[in-house]
């Protein structure tokens, strides 16, 4: 069984630009949760989707988006690049909403110039 | 609000040591905890979760953890260290059905195996 897929791993963009990451989810998997991980603020959570809705927001501000789509595959977008944007963004899908149980993607490294 | 502190940065551990990494949390009810690892340049594996129950779980590559409600404990045990283990590791907290998968980690403590 495939697992959590995350494009692209790695990418370098300048302040102002805006970004798009995408995370397939392991097959069967409704529940698409996003992570930031910092040096500084550690992993917080972004947002998470289940059945296209978004379920949950983390303390994030407006320029951080994402939406999930019929086949389950999610994608986040960072508009307005800042410099604090540099992070590595985790995906993590579930089987089940309030399980807690996630299986993490490798994640995508973000480096904003 | 819930939140989880892991008190340690930074342990090293010799090869074929025990370990205990420490973690407290804070959350009004019955928390749900978990413990989940990461190694360099990977995404994170849950080791082992806590729900209600027996507080002595048991989880994969020979990890185990006690929940001790009294202090707000749920630290992580290993009796033999292998090299293999140095990584760093995560202590969690939720989630409440409310916020579905939305868990709050600890800092998290990294693991040094020397040999």
């Known amino acids: 069984k495939a697992g959590v897929t995350q494009t692209p791993r790695y990418l370098i963009k300048t302040r102002g630009q805006q970004v798009t990451l995408s995370c397939s989810p392991i097959?069967?998997?409704?529940?698409v949760s996003w992570y930031q991980q910092t040096p500084g603020q550690g992993l917080q959570f972004l947002f998470e989707?289940?059945?296209?809705?978004?379920?949950n927001k983390g303390n994030f501000p407006g320029r951080f988006s994402g939406r999930q789509f019929s086949n389950s595959r999610s994608e986040m977008n960072v508009s307005t690049l800042e410099l604090g944007d540099s992070a590595l963004y985790l995906c993590?899908?579930?089987?089940?909403?309030?399980?807690?149980?996630?299986?993490f993607g490798e994640g995508s490294r973000l480096t904003v110039l | 609000a819930q939140s989880v502190t892991q008190p340690d940065i930074h342990i090293t551990v010799s090869e074929g040591a025990s370990l205990e990494l420490r973690c407290n949390y804070s959350?009004?009810?019955?928390?749900?905890l978990f413990w989940y690892v990461q190694s360099p340049g990977q995404g994170l594996q849950l080791l082992l979760k806590?729900?209600?129950?027996?507080?002595l779980v048991q989880g994969i590559k020979g990890f185990e953890a006690e929940f001790k409600r009294s202090q707000s404990s749920f630290n992580l045990r290993k009796p033999s260290v292998h090299w293999s283990d140095a990584a760093e590791y995560f202590c969690?907290?939720?989630?409440?059905?409310?916020?579905?998968?939305?868990?709050?980690f600890g800092a998290g403590t990294i693991l040094r195996v020397k040999s």
């Open positions: 993590a899908s579930s089987l089940l909403r309030g399980s807690g149980e996630l299986f």
């Open positions: 959350y009004g009810a019955t928390p749900y």
């Open positions: 969690a907290v939720g989630p409440d059905m409310e916020y579905g998968n939305k868990l709050v």
């Open positions: 097959s069967g998997h409704r529940s």
């Open positions: 989707y289940f059945s296209e809705t978004q379920r």
């Open positions: 806590y729900f209600s129950g027996d507080t």
